[in-house]
C-alpha cells in the first residue's frame, strides 16, 4: 500500500514540475494561462496529500481558479484593444 | 552555451535548496500543543478556523484590509470604459451559467458554515461566490461595474467594518480582538458572513471593475 501512494506521490510532483515548466516554456500566452490553471489545480491535490485541506480549498478557488479567469479575461482585454475595429462591427 | 550554464544554475541551487530543506531541524516552537489545549474557548471546532479567526484574528483582519486597498488601488487608476464583448455569448453557456450558479451560492453558503467544524472558511465561500459573479459576467448576463454606487461601497467594505466592530466592541471584555468564551461561536459566525460577502464583491470588482465593459449583453 504504502508503494501506491509513494508512486502517486512521484507522478503528483512529476506532473507538477511538467505542468510549470510548460507554462513557463508556452510559447503561445493563452496556453500558458491555461497551464497555469492545470498547475494549480494540481497544486490542490498535492496540498491535499499533505493533509492540508483548507489551503487546498484557497488554491482551487482563489489560485487555480479566479486567477486563472482573471489572466484569460486580461489576454482578452488585450487583445480586443489590439484590434477596435472588429468590435464596432 | 549560456542557456546550459543558466540550467546547470538552476539544477544546483535546486539540490542546494532540497539539501537545505532535508537538514532542517525540528521547528523552534511547536504550537500545535497550546492550539489543541485551548480549543475548548475558541467558539469553534476547527483549529484553523479557530486561529485564522480568534487566535490570530490580527492576521486576518489586516488580510482583508490588503485586499480592499488593492480594490482601492484599481478603482483609484480609473480606466475608461471599453466597448462591450465581440459577440453576444452562446445560449448554451448562457443556460449552463443559469443552472451553475445557484449550486455554487449552495456550495459557497456550505463552506462557510462548514468552517466552524470542519476545511471551510470566509475566504473559500467568499472566492466561490465571486467565481459566480465572474461566470455570469462572462456569460453576457451580469453587466461589468463602473464607478461603485453607495450601496456596493457598504457591501465592499462591510466585512472589514463589520469585523473592527465586533473587535472594538469586545475591547471591554479583555484586549482588541478578544472574544468572550460564551459568545465567541456566534461572534466568529457574525464575522465570517460579513467576510464572505464582502470577499465575494471584493474578488468579484477585481474582475468586474477591470472588465470595464459596463454594457453587458442582457
Same mark, same amino acid.
Given at each position: 500500500?504504502?508503494?501506491?501512494?509513494?508512486?502517486?506521490?512521484?507522478?503528483?510532483?512529476?506532473?507538477?514540475?511538467?505542468?510549470?515548466?510548460?507554462?513557463?516554456?508556452? %510559447?503561445?500566452?493563452?496556453?500558458?494561462?491555461?497551464?497555469?490553471?492545470?498547475?494549480?489545480?494540481?497544486?490542490?491535490?498535492?496540498?491535499? %496529500?499533505? %493533509?492540508?485541506?483548507?489551503?487546498?480549498?484557497?488554491? @482551487?478557488?482563489?489560485?487555480?481558479?479566479?486567477?486563472?479567469?482573471?489572466?484569460?479575461?486580461?489576454?482578452? @482585454?488585450? %487583445?480586443?484593444?489590439?484590434?477596435?475595429?472588429?468590435?464596432?462591427? | 552555451?549560456?542557456?546550459?550554464?543558466? =540550467?546547470?544554475?538552476? *539544477? $544546483?541551487?535546486?539540490?542546494?535548496?532540497?539539501?537545505? =530543506?532535508?537538514?532542517?531541524?525540528?521547528?523552534? *516552537?511547536?504550537?500545535?500543543l497550546?492550539?489543541?489545549?485551548?480549543?475548548?474557548?475558541?467558539?469553534?471546532?476547527?483549529?484553523?478556523?479557530?486561529?485564522? &479567526?480568534?487566535?490570530?484574528?490580527?492576521?486576518?483582519?489586516?488580510?482583508?484590509?490588503?485586499?480592499?486597498?488593492?480594490?482601492?488601488?484599481?478603482?483609484?487608476?480609473?480606466?475608461?470604459?471599453?466597448?462591450?464583448?465581440?459577440?453576444p455569448?452562446?445560449p448554451?453557456? /448562457?443556460?449552463?451559467?443559469?443552472?451553475?450558479?445557484?449550486?455554487? =451560492?449552495?456550495?459557497?453558503?456550505?463552506?462557510?458554515?462548514?468552517?466552524?467544524?470542519?476545511?471551510g472558511?470566509?475566504? /473559500?465561500?467568499?472566492?466561490?461566490? $465571486?467565481?459566480?459573479?465572474?461566470?455570469?459576467? &462572462?456569460?453576457? &448576463?451580469?453587466?461589468?461595474?463602473?464607478?461603485?454606487?453607495?450601496? /456596493?461601497?457598504?457591501?465592499?467594505?462591510?466585512?472589514?467594518?463589520?469585523?473592527?466592530?465586533?473587535?472594538?466592541a469586545?475591547?471591554?471584555?479583555?484586549?482588541?480582538?478578544?472574544?468572550?468564551? $460564551?459568545?465567541?461561536?456566534?461572534l466568529?459566525l457574525?464575522?465570517?458572513?460579513?467576510?464572505?460577502?464582502?470577499?465575494? $464583491? *471584493?474578488?468579484?470588482? &477585481?474582475?468586474?471593475?477591470?472588465?470595464?465593459?459596463?454594457?453587458?449583453?442582457?
Amino acid at each position: 500500500m504504502i508503494s501506491v501512494s509513494l508512486s502517486f506521490d512521484l507522478l503528483l510532483a512529476g506532473a507538477l514540475l511538467w505542468s510549470a515548466w510548460r507554462t513557463l516554456a508556452a %510559447r503561445r500566452i493563452d496556453l500558458a494561462i491555461v497551464m497555469f490553471i492545470v498547475f494549480g489545480l494540481l497544486m490542490t491535490i498535492a496540498w491535499t %496529500r499533505l %493533509r492540508a485541506p483548507d489551503i487546498g480549498l484557497a488554491e @482551487a478557488a482563489i489560485g487555480a481558479g479566479l486567477t486563472g479567469a482573471l489572466l484569460l479575461d486580461a489576454l482578452g @482585454a488585450i %487583445r480586443r484593444k489590439k484590434s477596435p475595429s472588429k468590435d464596432n462591427a | 552555451m549560456k542557456r546550459w550554464s543558466v =540550467i546547470l544554475a538552476a *539544477i $544546483a541551487l535546486s539540490v542546494a535548496l532540497i539539501l537545505a =530543506i532535508l537538514e532542517l531541524g525540528p521547528a523552534g *516552537i511547536d504550537l500545535r500543543l497550546p492550539v489543541a489545549e485551548n480549543m475548548a474557548s475558541s467558539g469553534v471546532t476547527h483549529p484553523v478556523t479557530a486561529v485564522l &479567526l480568534n487566535f490570530r484574528g490580527y492576521d486576518t483582519l489586516l488580510e482583508v484590509a490588503v485586499l480592499l486597498i488593492a480594490l482601492f488601488g484599481i478603482l483609484a487608476v480609473g480606466m475608461e470604459p471599453l466597448p462591450s464583448l465581440v459577440k453576444p455569448a452562446d445560449p448554451m453557456l /448562457q443556460r449552463l451559467a443559469r443552472f451553475a450558479c445557484p449550486l455554487v =451560492i449552495v456550495a459557497g453558503v456550505y463552506l462557510l458554515w462548514a468552517g466552524a467544524f470542519r476545511p471551510g472558511g470566509a475566504f /473559500q465561500a467568499g472566492a466561490l461566490l $465571486a467565481a459566480a459573479i465572474v461566470l455570469l459576467h &462572462l456569460s453576457g &448576463l451580469w453587466p461589468g461595474w463602473g464607478t461603485p454606487s453607495w450601496r /456596493q461601497r457598504l457591501l465592499l467594505s462591510g466585512g472589514f467594518a463589520v469585523f473592527l466592530a465586533v473587535s472594538v466592541a469586545m475591547m471591554g471584555f479583555g484586549a482588541l480582538l478578544e472574544y468572550p468564551q $460564551a459568545y465567541a461561536g456566534l461572534l466568529i459566525l457574525l464575522i465570517e458572513s460579513g467576510l464572505t460577502l464582502s470577499l465575494a $464583491a *471584493i474578488l468579484a470588482g &477585481l474582475f468586474l471593475f477591470l472588465s470595464r465593459d459596463t454594457g453587458g449583453n442582457p
